[in-house]
Structure formats: structure tokens, C-alpha cells
């Protein structure tokens, strides 16, 4: 499964002689990683960690919640589970962003699509490129009979909880803590 856009090729180019401008359409895709994209995933993951370091709990999140590089490099290894996605968002064949998500069995059958990581480069986000990354894990979850779909945020992050709500995620669960280390 992939998804990519319907525009041309990222090497057409179309000159309009009216407005004297270059117009160059790009083509936007989102595949399943592979082990050959770990270079790029490792650079982009370096990206998100550094985003994450500078919100409101960041620090606690990356040391809790982010797995280490060697097991996201194991994620891409041929014949890794099922239950587990790993995709890469693309322009042209420059890779912008990256999603990791895995289904959780629940009690009495309900199935959770779980976002531990969706992130894409600032440029890119101002042409969807989250959107095709999460439209894809949406697809990739109700295909595995999902019953929902969740993702964290870090807490004052407004333009990552703004996009999720765009899609209908909403809060539903909201995590505290107290740092002990000072005293």
C-alpha cells in the first residue's frame, strides 16, 4: 500500500509567460520504509527529538516513550511484524517526514492503532505531507479492524494537537507528572 499524489513527475517543469514564474509541480508520496531509508529516518528522528526536547516534558518523554535507533532499524528488517507500521513521506525522492505506529489488543477485542512517532521537516508540512502520513496509518489500522486510533502530544504543543484535531483526534487522557530529581 502506498499513496501518492496525482501531480506530475517532480522534474516537469511548466513556465507561465504571463506571470514570467517557473511552476514546478511536485509529486508527494508515502510508502512503507525500508532498511535502505534508515540514513534518512535516522536525520529526520534526530529532527523530532529535537522538537520534542524543547516542549514541556520533553525531556521525560524522549527518555520514556522513544525507543532507541536499533530497535526502529530492527522495524525495517523484511518480515518484521504485522502489527507494527513503519512509513516515510516523500517529495520527489527526498524524504520529509516518517510515521511508527502498532496495534495494541485490548480487552474484549477492541484494537488501538498507537502513534508513537509522526513527524515531518517544517517545509513540508505547509503541503500535507502529515496529512498523507496519517491518512495512510488511518487506512493501514481500520484495514486491521482497529476500533481507534491514538497519538500523544506534548502538553502547550498547539500546532501538533490543532493538526490531530483536524482529523478528529481529540484528548482523551491526559498525563501528569512531578520531576523528583531536584530534591
Not at 514564474?21 to 529526520?44: C, H, N, Q, S
Not at 507500521?85 to 484494537?111: D, H, K, M, R, W
Request: overall charge negative; aromatic content about 6%.
Amino acid at each position: 500500500m502506498s499513496l501518492s499524489s496525482t501531480g506530475p513527475d517532480p522534474d516537469i517543469e511548466q513556465f507561465a509567460p504571463e506571470t514570467g514564474l517557473l511552476d514546478i509541480e511536485l509529486k508527494t508520496a508515502v510508502r512503507p520504509a525500508r532498511l535502505e531509508d534508515a540514513p534518512e529516518l535516522a536525520r529526520l528522528r534526530d529532527l523530532a527529538c529535537e522538537h520534542i526536547a524543547q516542549q514541556r516534558g520533553g525531556a521525560v518523554a524522549l527518555l520514556s516513550e522513544f525507543p532507541e535507533q536499533d530497535s526502529l532499524k530492527a522495524s525495517l528488517e523484511p518480515g518484521s511484524a504485522t502489527e507494527r507500521l513503519f512509513i516515510i513521506a516523500l517529495i520527489g525522492n527526498t524524504p520529509v517526514g516518517y510515521c511508527s505506529a502498532a496495534i495494541t489488543q485490548l480487552e474484549q477485542g477492541y484494537a488501538l492503532c498507537r502513534i508513537s512517532e509522526l513527524f515531518v521537516e517544517s517545509p513540508a508540512q505547509e503541503i500535507g505531507m502529515g496529512a498523507l502520513l496519517l491518512q495512510f496509518t488511518t487506512e493501514w489500522a481500520v484495514e486491521r479492524q482497529c476500533a481507534g486510533i491514538d497519538a500523544t502530544v506534548m502538553p502547550g504543543d498547539r500546532e501538533t494537537k490543532n493538526f490531530f484535531e483536524t482529523f478528529g483526534l481529540v484528548a482523551r487522557a491526559i498525563t501528569v507528572h512531578q520531576d523528583l530529581s531536584g530534591r
